[in-house]
Each structure stands twice: as C-alpha cells, then as structure tokens.
C-alpha cells in the first residue's frame, strides 16, 4: 500500500520562528490534506490541497504531486500552534476511500 | 452548528462490556468512517460507508459492528471489550471534493 512519511517527527520553536513540515508519499494520490491535532485531541482540517498552493492567515502548503511531496509552512509562530500535524493521503477517485495518515509531526512552539 | 458530531466523548467501562459510539454529520455528505488513533497517535481507517452502505472494512474484529441507519448517521458498537481496545475513535464524513472532516473524538479506556 502507499506509504506516508513525515519529517521531522518533533519540532520545538521560538514563539514567532518559521518552520517548514514536509510530507512524502509512494504512490500518485487523488486527495492530499494536512491536519491539526491541538492539545485537546480534536482533528482540525488546514488544507485540501491534492496539488497546487494554498494559504490561509500564517499557514500555506504546497504540494508537487508529480514529485510526491507536500509542505506545510508556519510563519511567524504561536504557542496556540503547538500540537501534532498529520498529512493524509486518499488513492481513491472521489475522496471517498481511506485517508492514509502519516505518523505526524509533533510541534511545540515555547513562548 | 458541530458538522460533525460524536457521543460520548470518553468513555470508560470494563472488560468484557458491550458499549456504543454515535456518530451525526450536517454536512450532506455521502460518506462516513470509522478511524482509531493509538497510544502512538497513528491514525488508522477501520470502515466506511457509502449512503449506508459498507464500502470498506479494514480486518477489524468482528466484535466491531458498525451501523448505519441513514446517511448522516454511523454508529460504532463494540462487544467484548478488552483492554486492547482503548484508544481514540474518530468519526468521518467527505465528499467527492473537498477532504474529510473528523469529529472531536472518543476516548475509550477498557478497565
């Protein structure tokens, strides 16, 4: 099956640092998302971004499906940022198969 | 307003007890899951249907029985609960554009 893999694992900032997340995955994909998890466990939809670039306030992503990566782009960063972010992929057409999670990266913004 | 909705939010019972998980989404989507997220984080589909039908059942005991009434509800009842058991659950719907959006979650705890 395909396989997702995020870098790094952890990631532990200045309050106001940049940082990039990048995701890789094996196969073409149909669907590609990044996800916030907060520190209250609820699973926050940041991008729908099969291909392409979006931003949204201090968070774009990019992905480059003909390379198979994605990247997610933090700018100027707070503390409420903190938490874990998953990149999930689908192979399915229509986005309704089975999102494929990577393993996440794990981000602490310290103030 | 919540798009999508699950009860309880924790839960905690013991061994061997049969308990259930429900799960609501406002959004008209056509599909609906089933994910569990371990100790780990590692987020992992378990089912999904399709306008009340099952689409997908990633070899999960059978002791996990889904049930889909209509398309905007997917219940999740678990029998013979073991310590194994304990994780996250998550509740999903998408579309055929657009990505998935996740419910706050179930923490379960199998004493």
């Known amino acids: 099956g395909i396989q997702v893999e995020q870098s790094p694992p952890d990631l532990i900032l200045q309050e106001g640092a940049n940082s990039t997340l990048r995701c890789n995955f094996s196969?073409?994909?149909?669907?590609l998302q990044w996800f916030h998890q907060n520190p209250w466990g609820q699973l926050i939809n940041l991008f729908y971004?099969?291909?392409g670039t979006k931003q949204n306030g201090r968070l774009s992503a990019t992905t480059v499906a003909t390379e198979r990566y994605s990247l997610l782009y933090i700018s100027s960063s707070q503390t409420t940022d903190s938490g874990v972010y998953f990149c999930?992929?689908?192979?399915?057409?229509?986005?309704?198969?089975?999102?494929?999670f990577g393993q996440g990266t794990t981000l602490q913004v310290k103030p | 307003d919540t798009a999508v909705s699950q009860t309880p939010k924790y839960l905690v019972t013991q061994m061997g007890n049969d308990k259930s998980i429900k799960c609501e989404q406002n959004?008209?989507?056509?599909?609906m899951y089933w994910y569990k997220q371990d100790s780990k984080k590692f987020l992992k589909i378990m089912f999904s249907?399709?306008?009340?039908?099952?689409?997908i059942n990633e070899t999960v005991p059978n002791r996990f029985s889904p049930k889909s009434p209509d398309k905007a509800h997917l219940n999740l009842h678990i029998n013979s609960l073991e310590l194994g058991d304990s994780a996250v659950y998550f509740c999903?719907?998408?579309?055929?554009?657009?990505?998935?959006?996740f419910g706050s979650g179930t923490r379960l705890t199998v004493v």
């Open positions: 999903a719907s998408s579309q055929e554009s657009g990505g998935y959006t």
């Open positions: 196969d073409s994909v149909n669907n």
């Open positions: 971004i099969p291909s």
């Open positions: 999930a992929v689908d192979r399915s057409s229509g986005n309704t198969g089975k999102l494929i």
């Open positions: 959004l008209g989507h056509d599909t």
């Open positions: 249907y399709n306008n009340k039908e099952l689409i």
